[in-house]
Structures are given as structure tokens and as C-alpha cells.
């Protein structure tokens, strides 16, 4: 029912910054939460940020101070501001949203097809 569409990756150099865009395919009124979650092959999925319809945002330690995640209501986009990138950061990034609550750590039921963010001199 909910369709996510991520873009905005591309290569950038360490200390550079990204922006990404999750468009959604209705009202994020309907989405009790959004987040952001990366792969890298071979490793396990990372929570980094997650933003509840109610205003509460939380962030994963390894992200903390460089990362902003926000949502535009009007234009039914989710947003992940990437500050001060580093090598590890390097990964797919997915936007990842639920119709209702979860706690930390559990993903929603719906998942865009990621975008590739690549941090390297």
C-alpha cells in the first residue's frame, strides 16, 4: 500500500555532505514512523535514524551530531541530512516506514529500494 522511493546518493569525498529524499506515494499522515536504515554486504542492517509522527527522533550512536532526519509533510518527503561523511559510512541506505509504532530497532513493514552512498578520497 505504501510505496518508498529513495534518491540523492552518490559519491562524495570524506568530510563532504549528502542529502537524501524519501518520497512516499501517500500523506506521511499515515506513516506513525519513518526511518533510515543501511546494508553493507555482508553485515548486519543498521538502524541511524527514525523519526515518529509525533516529533520524537532518535539516532544510532555511530551517527549522532552528523546526521538530521526530517519529514515534509506538504510534500509527502522524508529527508536524511549527511554531514561530516566518513568512509564508513559507505552503504546502501533504505527508507523504511510502518502505519503504526514499533520500538527501536524493529523496522517497519515497508521499504524503498535504497540508494547508494559512497564516501571515498
Known amino acids: 500500500q505504501v510505496q518508498l522511493v529513495e534518491s540523492g546518493g552518490g559519491l562524495v569525498q570524506p568530510g563532504g555532505s549528502l542529502r537524501l529524499s524519501c518520497a512516499a506515494s501517500g500523506s506521511l499522515a499515515s506513516l506513525a514512523l519513518t526511518s533510515w536504515y543501511r546494508q553493507v554486504p555482508g553485515k548486519e542492517r543498521e538502524l541511524v535514524a527514525r523519526s515518529t509522527r509525533g516529533g520524537v527522533i532518535n539516532y544510532a550512536d555511530s551517527v549522532k551530531g552528523r546526521f538530521t532526519i526530517s519529514r515534509d509533510n506538504a510534500k509527502n518527503t522524508v529527508y536524511l541530512q549527511m554531514n561530516n561523511l566518513k568512509p564508513e559510512d559507505t552503504a546502501v541506505y533504505h527508507c523504511?516506514?510502518?502505519?503504526?509504532?514499533?520500538?527501536?530497532?524493529?523496522?517497519?513493514?515497508?521499504w524503498g529500494q535504497g540508494t547508494q552512498v559512497t564516501v571515498s578520497s
Open positions: 523504511n516506514a510502518d502505519t503504526v509504532w514499533q520500538p527501536w530497532g524493529v523496522a517497519g513493514d515497508y
